[in-house]
């Protein structure tokens, strides 16, 4: 056991230094740097760019500065931004904690309305409350979560006469006014995802169904409030709990795009602006957050994974 | 095959010919894309203009169905290219094993720590906008995918007796790998095409959407998006009808895709 969570854990290290470094490598291999958009009308003073190049480290090689930057990261310090001269570990941890509550928000939502409609339809397969299930399922998963929220905003603009607050409240300023700026990126969101988790709940139930201890059960004439809450939900509750990891880590992907759409200062927003500056410290301190994330939520489900299921921890 | 995979066949099949045939030839379904009028801007749908006019008196209608050959273009350019990229290295490398499996996968993983609209916004914005930078893009993102599904594939064909057979015969190995085990693990590879066709079209939308797209005035359903933005109160129907060409796309690739898994 300790063998195969130290091999994991080393192959999610290794995996963590291919891709930041491929990253390092890939927004460096552009023409134009920070340099000739901060100089701006300056521009082609060879000194004044030589002078700017040095400062922030852009004359040595490549794999120099990729080793410098790393080696700090590892200390801790993900150095200064290019541009307001703030250090990137503050910057990027205060939007990816309004990501991460939008994140939460999102998959709490997701969990509450997936679960119970996948497994409804899982028991009633072929019903109508499963092909109600599936129709949902089917456009939730092919509307572009953006568009969604677009649809969201339209509509509660028409229809309620609401809209969001213009400027973002955090958490802890207000709450009642973070919860109108959160209200409909989490519902856009939730949907997409409350559609994934009911695909999974159901395919899973129907799993469960065909198996010969829940027919030897209803065969036994137990009543099916003890068939579905002791024989089916002790075995679906593994894998949705499991899938949850999965859920957050595409939730992660998906939000960059709607937090564009409502103005929310988050993990996504940063990246973005840190690409058009080509503010590549905020840049890189971004990308290693996301891919660290991303991996120690993996990391996390096989662990949960096979503290859970015997039968997974020799594997 | 139960009756709601053949459903699901037919009706992706049917759905997916459509927009094949708006694709190809938008020209005989709708007029000019670019044609301004200023005098009809941001007119609602109506009898002349079924989508409405946008900010300029385009016609929304003639937008997005010149839009589709743009949109589906490129995400379908780009599965491709994936496919070929990915399916060929993942072949290969299941197929021959040892140190160029190893570099390979662990390559495959790196690309796919990142989830891919992130990976897919890097590489846009690193590149430029553009139809072909973005077929670049999200062939980049989907390769890694087509990798492992291959190599899984390759793996499994090059344990198989038949293998042994042909090398038994004498047939040299890129021979073996290449009449023997590629068109064993083709299939497979076209099947994921299919699946990964909706996803790559959420990817494609979203990054049109962030003006990491096309450029205008070329039509494309996430760049009009875009557009839609600053109207969305004013003028709502350029944000729905671009939308529901995209939702009409994915439901179309879904169903198609979900037809042939349970077919076989």
Same mark, same amino acid.
């Given at each position: 056991?300790?063998?195969?969570?130290?091999?994991?854990?080393?192959?999610?290290?290794?995996?963590?230094?291919?891709?930041?470094?491929?990253?390092?490598?890939?927004?460096?291999?552009?023409?134009?740097?920070?340099?000739?958009?901060?100089?701006?009308?300056?521009?082609?003073?060879?000194?004044a760019?030589?002078a700017?190049?040095?400062?922030?480290?852009?004359?040595?090689?490549?794999w120099?500065?990729?080793?410098?930057?790393a080696?700090?990261?590892?200390?801790?310090?993900?150095?200064?931004s290019?541009?307001q001269?703030?250090?990137?570990?503050?910057?990027?941890?205060?939007a990816?904690?309004?990501?991460?509550q939008?994140?939460?928000?999102?998959?709490?939502l997701?969990?509450?309305?997936?679960?119970?409609l996948?497994?409804?339809?899982?028991?009633?397969?072929?019903?109508?409350?499963d092909?109600?299930?599936?129709?949902?399922?089917?456009?939730?998963?092919?509307?572009?979560?953006?568009?969604?929220?677009?649809?969201?905003?339209?509509?509660?603009?028409?229809?309620?006469?609401?809209?969001?607050?213009?400027?973002?409240?955090?958490?802890?300023?207000?709450?009642?006014?973070?919860?109108e700026?959160?209200?409909?990126?989490?519902l856009?969101?939730?949907?997409?995802?409350?559609?994934?988790?009911?695909?999974?709940?159901?395919?899973?139930?129907?799993?469960?169904?065909?198996?010969?201890?829940?027919?030897?059960?209803?065969?036994?004439?137990?009543?099916?409030?003890?068939?579905?809450g002791?024989?089916?939900?002790?075995?679906?509750?593994?894998?949705?709990?499991?899938f949850?990891?999965?859920? /957050?880590?595409?939730i992660?992907?998906?939000?960059?795009?709607?937090e564009?759409?409502?103005?929310?200062?988050?993990?996504?927003?940063?990246?973005?602006?840190?690409?058009?500056?080509?503010?590549?410290?905020?840049?890189?301190?971004?990308?290693?957050?996301?891919?660290?994330?991303?991996?120690?939520?993996?990391?996390l489900?096989?662990?949960?994974?096979?503290?859970?299921?015997?039968?997974?921890?020799?594997? | 095959?139960?009756?709601?995979?053949?459903?699901?066949?037919?009706?992706?099949?049917?759905?997916?010919?459509?927009?094949?045939?708006?694709?190809?030839?938008?020209?005989f379904?709708?007029?000019?894309?670019?044609?301004?009028?200023?005098?009809?801007?941001?007119?609602?749908?109506?009898?002349?203009?079924?989508?409405?006019?946008?900010?300029?008196?385009?016609?929304?209608?003639?937008?997005?169905?010149?839009?589709?050959?743009?949109?589906?273009?490129i995400?379908?350019?780009?599965?491709? /290219?994936?496919?070929?990229?990915?399916?060929?290295?993942?072949?290969?490398?299941?197929?021959?094993?040892?140190l160029?499996?190893?570099?390979?996968?662990?390559?495959?993983d790196?690309?796919?720590?990142?989830?891919?609209?992130?990976?897919?916004?890097?590489?846009?914005?690193?590149l430029?906008?553009?139809?072909?930078?973005?077929?670049?893009?999200?062939?980049?993102?989907?390769?890694p995918?087509?990798?492992?599904?291959?190599?899984?594939?390759?793996?499994?064909?090059?344990?198989?007796a038949?293998?042994?057979?042909a090398?038994?015969?004498?047939?040299?190995?890129?021979?073996?790998?290449?009449?023997?085990?590629?068109?064993?693990?083709?299939?497979?590879?076209?099947?994921?095409?299919?699946?990964?066709?909706?996803?790559?079209?959420?990817?494609?939308?979203?990054?049109?959407?962030?003006?990491?797209?096309?450029?205008?005035p070329?039509?494309?359903?996430?760049?009009?998006?875009?557009?839609?933005?600053?109207? /969305?109160?004013?003028?709502?129907?350029?944000?729905?009808?671009?939308?529901?060409?995209?939702?009409?796309?994915?439901?179309?690739?879904?169903?198609?895709?979900?037809?042939?898994?349970?077919?076989?």
């Amino acid at each position: 056991m300790l063998g195969a969570l130290a091999s994991r854990f080393g192959a999610a290290a290794a995996t963590a230094v291919l891709s930041t470094a491929a990253v390092f490598l890939l927004i460096r291999a552009v023409p134009g740097d920070v340099v000739g958009e901060m100089l701006g009308q300056s521009a082609g003073d060879p000194a004044a760019e030589e002078a700017l190049r040095a400062f922030f480290g852009l004359d040595r090689p490549l794999w120099r500065q990729y080793l410098g930057w790393a080696a700090d990261a590892l200390r801790g310090d993900l150095g200064a931004s290019w541009r307001q001269g703030l250090p990137v570990a503050g910057i990027v941890g205060e939007a990816f904690l309004v990501t991460l509550q939008i994140g939460l928000a999102t998959l709490a939502l997701a969990l509450l309305a997936g679960v119970p409609l996948g497994i409804v339809a899982g028991v009633r397969q072929g019903r109508w409350p499963d092909l109600a299930v599936e129709a949902f399922s089917l456009v939730a998963l092919s509307a572009p979560v953006f568009w969604t929220g677009m649809v969201l905003l339209i509509a509660a603009g028409a229809w309620l006469g609401w809209s969001p607050p213009l400027v973002y409240a955090g958490p802890g300023e207000d709450l009642s006014d973070n919860l109108e700026s959160i209200a409909l990126p989490v519902l856009a969101l939730g949907l997409l995802q409350a559609a994934a988790y009911a695909q999974f709940a159901r395919q899973q139930t129907a799993r469960v169904m065909r198996q010969d201890f829940v027919r030897a059960a209803v065969a036994r004439g137990l009543p099916p409030r003890a068939v579905y809450g002791r024989h089916l939900l002790r075995n679906v509750a593994i894998p949705l709990v499991t899938f949850a990891g999965v859920i /957050l880590v595409q939730i992660l992907g998906g939000v960059v795009v709607v937090e564009t759409l409502f103005a929310i200062p988050g993990l996504g927003r940063t990246l973005l602006a840190a690409i058009q500056a080509r503010d590549y410290p905020v840049l890189q301190g971004a990308l290693l957050l996301a891919v660290l994330v991303a991996l120690l939520v993996n990391l996390l489900v096989d662990l949960l994974y096979a503290a859970i299921d015997p039968r997974v921890r020799g594997a | 095959m139960s009756g709601r995979a053949r459903f699901e066949y037919g009706a992706g099949l049917l759905l997916c010919g459509l927009l094949l045939v708006v694709a190809l030839a938008p020209g005989f379904l709708a007029g000019s894309p670019d044609a301004v009028d200023i005098a009809r801007r941001l007119a609602p749908p109506s009898a002349a203009n079924w989508f409405g006019t946008d900010e300029t008196g385009r016609d929304v209608y003639a937008r997005v169905v010149h839009g589709a050959g743009t949109t589906l273009g490129i995400v379908g350019a780009a599965v491709v /290219l994936a496919a070929l990229l990915g399916g060929v290295a993942g072949a290969v490398a299941g197929f021959v094993g040892r140190l160029g499996d190893m570099a390979l996968s662990r390559g495959a993983d790196a690309l796919l720590a990142f989830p891919p609209i992130i990976l897919g916004i890097v590489i846009a914005a690193t590149l430029g906008p553009g139809a072909v930078n973005l077929v670049l893009a999200l062939g980049v993102i989907y390769a890694p995918v087509f990798f492992r599904i291959a190599r899984a594939a390759a793996l499994g064909e090059a344990a198989r007796a038949y293998v042994e057979a042909a090398r038994a015969l004498g047939h040299r190995e890129w021979a073996v790998l290449l009449r023997h085990v590629a068109p064993n693990v083709a299939p497979t590879v076209l099947l994921q095409c299919v699946i990964l066709f909706p996803l790559a079209l959420q990817i494609q939308a979203a990054l049109g959407f962030l003006g990491l797209g096309v450029p205008p005035p070329t039509p494309d359903w996430g760049a009009s998006l875009q557009e839609s933005r600053n109207y /969305l109160t004013a003028a709502p129907w350029l944000a729905i009808f671009p939308g529901l060409a995209l939702l009409f796309a994915a439901v179309a690739a879904l169903l198609l895709g979900r037809g042939l898994q349970s077919r076989g």
